[in-house]
C-alpha cells in the first residue's frame, strides 16, 4: 500500500511561484509514475504533470508547459511540482496520484491506484 500525502501549496499572486511536494510512505516510487492533477470548484479533475519515475521522462498538460516543471527527488522519494508564472486560472486543489508502472494513458485519471488527500492552490490577481 503506498500512502501520498502533498504540500507546498498556498495563495499566491498572479505572476508568482509555488512548490507542491509529493511524498511517498509504505514503499519507494521506483517503476512507478507519478503524476499531479488539480480540480478546481465545478470543474473535473485535470491532469496537469506526470513523470516516469525509472527513466525520467516527463509529460504536460497544454496549459502548463514551459511555466510548470515536475521533478524527482530519489533521495527523499518525493516527486515537486515547481510553478512559475502562476494564473488564477491555476487556482485548484492539486492531487499526488501514483501507478506502478507506465501507462501510455498517464493522463487519465481512471488509471492511478493511489491519491492523495490533495493541497489548495490559489493565485489572486
Known amino acids: 500500500q503506498v500512502q501520498l500525502v502533498e504540500s507546498g501549496g498556498g495563495l499566491v499572486q498572479a505572476g508568482g511561484s509555488l512548490r507542491l511536494s509529493c511524498a511517498a510512505s509504505?514503499?519507494?516510487?521506483?517503476?512507478?509514475?507519478v503524476a499531479w492533477f488539480r480540480q478546481a470548484p465545478g470543474k473535473e479533475r485535470e491532469f496537469v504533470a506526470a513523470i516516469r519515475w525509472s527513466v525520467g521522462s516527463t509529460y504536460y498538460a497544454e496549459s502548463v508547459k514551459g511555466r510548470f516543471t515536475i521533478s524527482r527527488d530519489n533521495a527523499k522519494n518525493t516527486v515537486d511540482l515547481q510553478m512559475n508564472s502562476l494564473k488564477p486560472e491555476d487556482s485548484a486543489v492539486y492531487y499526488c496520484?501514483?501507478?506502478?508502472?507506465?501507462?501510455?494513458?498517464?493522463?487519465?485519471?481512471?488509471?492511478?491506484?493511489?491519491w492523495g488527500q490533495g493541497t489548495q492552490v490559489t493565485v489572486s490577481s
Open positions: 509504505g514503499r519507494t516510487f521506483s517503476n512507478y509514475c
Open positions: 496520484a501514483a501507478r506502478w508502472g507506465y501507462t501510455p494513458t498517464y493522463y487519465s485519471t481512471d488509471r492511478y491506484d493511489y
